[in-house]
């Protein structure tokens, strides 16, 4: 019940913002010729941290997209950011993908392909570079970086968790 007081407070501050990564196409051949269904995969984001993905399917595009945004906004999290950027070098994996994130320094941009792209942007990263290996799947490479995000970790959490103080190291 807190978690949806403090989500619906999030909500209220930063209007959730969400794009189409990709339309998939499915045909099913019956007695009177194909029957097509869709299924659309969904980012949403408040563009400040939070970020989700959603998968939706339906015979018609519309009501795919919508059921995709839904599930989109229901599966958000809260990832660190620091300057705009992420705080320490990860790598996130989804099957046969693998997407190295690399923090860059400001005025970089984000250097990533489209699907990686949409997740980085609603999340609010506006500078990193990232590399993608294995599978280019655009269902998989989204995965692979809501992994890779989810595995971020912050100098206070990692603190609270040792118990000790940790120094950061400036690389730029």
Not at 15 to 39: L, M, N, Q, W
Not at 96 to 120: D, E, F, K, N, W
């Amino acid at each position: 019940m807190a978690d949806e007081a403090i989500r619906t407070e999030i909500q209220s501050e930063q209007p959730i913002e969400d794009t189409v990564v990709k339309v998939f196409r499915c045909s099913k051949v019956v007695k009177g010729g194909r029957r097509f269904s869709f299924a659309a995969l969904v980012v949403a984001g408040d563009r400040n941290g939070m970020v989700g993905i959603g998968y939706g399917k339906a015979n018609e595009v519309p009501p795919a997209v919508e059921k995709a945004v839904k599930d989109a906004k229901k599966n958000m999290v809260q990832i660190p950011l620091v300057n705009e950027t992420i705080p320490h070098e990860v790598v996130g994996k989804c099957r046969a993908t693998q997407v190295t994130l690399v923090p860059a320094s400001a005025g970089t941009g984000v250097i990533a392909g489209s699907s990686a792209r949409a997740v980085l942007e609603y999340a609010g990263v506006r500078n990193v570079l990232t590399k993608i290996y294995g599978s280019t799947s655009a269902k998989n490479v989204v995965k692979a970086v809501m992994d890779g995000l989810l595995r971020l970790r912050d100098k206070e959490t990692i603190e609270s968790l040792r118990g000790v103080e940790v120094e950061v190291a400036k690389r730029w």
